[in-house]
């Protein structure tokens, strides 16, 4: 079986050769770019498994690059930055991103994130029940709504699999980050919400007279029943 390619997008030598050798060491095969300028078109091949993006490439920002990516291929990325502020953090994942490491940071840990990332996007087949308005296959990691395809990003694409398993129930902050993400100890209220933003969005570009996802103030999110 072919080793996952992990596409490394980082500036800094030191830090490239130390994510390199950390992933090739736990059997990925690897590929590094020192700027974004290959990036878009190095994805869109489909080769790659993974993106690890540097937020502060020296000829592109990396949000930016980001929402090049996104807008033709759905690899998941995980940002490495060395800013660590909130605000930082619910940005790269508005655009897209699956995961966000701070530098510094352990090589170790980052290749945990890659296995946890990777995992989250093989769904398991056929676990989610049908929905007049939605289409999901979840071996193939794809959903469509009202007829026309779905573009998400990985927990995008997670957070609509738990609403359609269970349409009407409501679902705190908390409990979607213990069923969707992969480190929910360390993730914020304000992720989700990133993320439920982004899939109202991505709905309402296709029929803009639904809205399938139900805001329960003070206790969480649901999916309309009738949807």
């Known amino acids: 079986m072919a080793k996952p390619t992990i ?14 050798y950390a992933l090739e060491t736990d059997g990925f095969m690897t590929q590094c770019l020192h700027s974004g300028e290959q990036a878009v078109a190095l994805l869109a091949t489909g080769n790659f498994a993974l993106a690890i993006l540097d937020i502060g490439l020296p000829d592109i920002n990396g949000i930016e690059l980001c929402k090049q990516l996104r807008q033709s291929c759905d690899v998941p990325i ?7 502020a909130e605000i930082d953090r619910v940005v790269g994942l508005e655009v897209g991103a699956d995961d966000y490491v701070t530098k510094p940071f352990s090589p170790r840990e980052l290749t945990a994130r890659v296995k946890a990332v990777l995992r989250r996007s ?13 289409t999901i296959d979840a071996d193939r990691y794809q959903a469509g709504f009202c007829g026309r395809p779905l573009e998400l990003s990985r927990y995008e694409f997670l957070l609509l699999q738990v609403f359609l398993r269970r349409p009407g129930q409501v679902f705190s902050r908390e409990q979607l980050m213990e069923l969707v993400w992969d480190a929910p100890e360390a993730s914020m209220d ?6 439920i933003k982004n899939l109202r969005a991505k709905l309402r570009a296709i029929n803009s007279d639904l ?17």
């Open 7 to 20: 596409l490394i997008i980082e500036d800094e030598p030191a830090i490239a050769d130390a994510i390199c």
């Open 211 to 227: 809205d399938p996802i139900v805001t329960h103030r003070g206790l969480g999110y649901s999916l309309r029943e009738d949807e």
């Open 190 to 195: 304000r992720t989700v919400d990133a993320h």
């Open 122 to 134: 093989q769904p398991r087949q056929n676990d989610v029940p049908g929905n007049s308005a939605f």
């Open 78 to 84: 995980i940002f490495l930055t060395a800013r660590d």
